[in-house]
């Protein structure tokens, strides 16, 4: 039974040692290889898993030749490792290591997926509890598939489900939305997030946002049928509208038109529309990016061989 371990890093140069150390003790045997997924980093991240790979062999290193972001380099790492089962988690030991036999056994016990559960706790700033608990209720009331909250990209999953996942040729990675698709027996276990161990959170307001707009347009297209919901709620209410103004007039003869309401339908019609728009143009140009067929990512240097196919 060999297990991989897959981590994306940009920029953890503090904590990869400590990392590698730690799973290297967390999974005495059975560990097949520790790839680290450099996502561009400007430390020396990248050296630092170098040096390391010299001195065992088990640890593996690919190389991007800029930052790509977290979800593109998990799914280098899948593509790259060769175990039995993989473990991805991340590099700054917010996911502990000493869960790993926990995650083991369990795919020993047959599960071919094993997630994690986030326990919400003062470890997490307030900022990020909110936004990740507000960024669960919409995807869970936008996407056909459920996504537990609290699940990050901690979790083991078998060669099987790997494949699987290895075999999609799309471009749009949103792999949290992609587990529960793939089906499988799987199963879960709570934990309590350690704080990041050094530096700072590498993902930025941004790259949240984009990631929360990929998430949910990656996994539903629901939002497309906000067009005919609010087509519906609008044309109800102009014939209601309309028979108001009908009414007036029956009943006063020849009338004023009223600024104000004139203004107001053409103000909140207008926004409705653009933002419909909006959302329509999101997914136009996901389909001009999965059309172009560019590789998801460019890797500069790997010690593994068959790491750029
Ligand atoms: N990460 C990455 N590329 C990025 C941003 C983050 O590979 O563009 C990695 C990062 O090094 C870490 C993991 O993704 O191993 C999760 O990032 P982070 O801990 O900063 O996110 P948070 O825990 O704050 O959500
Ligand atoms: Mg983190």
């Not at 010299?54 to 790509?68: E, L, P």
């Not at 793939?182 to 997030?193: E, H, L, M, N, S």
Request: glycine share 6%; charged share 20%.
């Amino acid at each position: 039974m060999q297990i991989s371990v897959v981590v994306p890093a940009h920029n953890e140069q503090e904590n990869l040692p400590v990392l590698l150390d730690q799973i290297l003790n967390a999974i005495p045997t059975g560990l097949h290889e520790i790839i680290v997924v450099d996502d561009g980093s400007t430390d020396d991240s990248l050296a630092l898993v170098k040096a390391a790979s010299y001195s065992d062999r088990r640890i593996k290193y690919i190389g991007f030749s800029r930052n790509f972001g977290h979800q593109t380099a998990l799914r280098a790492g899948l593509r790259a490792a060769t175990g039995d089962c993989v473990i991805t988690m991340d590099a700054d030991l917010q996911h502990p290591p000493r869960l790993l036999p926990d995650l083991v056994s369990k795919w020993r016990e047959g599960y071919k997926i094993v997630l994690t559960i986030r326990k919400d706790v003062e470890n997490l700033s307030g900022f990020k509890r909110l936004t990740s608990s507000l960024f669960y209720k919409l995807m869970n009331s936008v996407s056909d598939v459920s996504i537990d909250p609290g699940s990050a990209d901690f979790r083991l999953l078998d060669r099987k489900v790997v494949d699987v996942i290895n075999n999609l040729s799309e471009h749009d990675f949103f792999l949290r939305g992609i587990i529960p698709w793939v089906g499988f027996p799987a199963t879960k276990i709570d934990y309590t997030p350690d704080q990041r161990l050094y530096g700072s959170t590498k993902y930025s307001l941004r790259k949240m946002i984009s990631f929360a707009i990929t998430g949910v347009i990656a996994s539903s297209v629901q939002p497309l049928r906000l067009a005919t919901i609010l087509a519906l709620i609008i044309a109800s209410l102009s014939a209601l509208y309309a028979m108001y103004a009908m009414m007036i007039f029956l009943t006063y003869g020849r009338v004023v038109p009223g600024w104000t309401s004139v203004a107001l339908v053409v103000s909140v019609i207008g926004a409705l529309q653009l933002f419909v728009l909006g959302v329509v143009g999101e997914y136009v140009g996901r389909i001009l990016r999965e059309t172009r067929n560019r590789p998801g990512y460019v890797i500069s240097q790997s010690n593994i061989d068959r790491a750029g196919e």
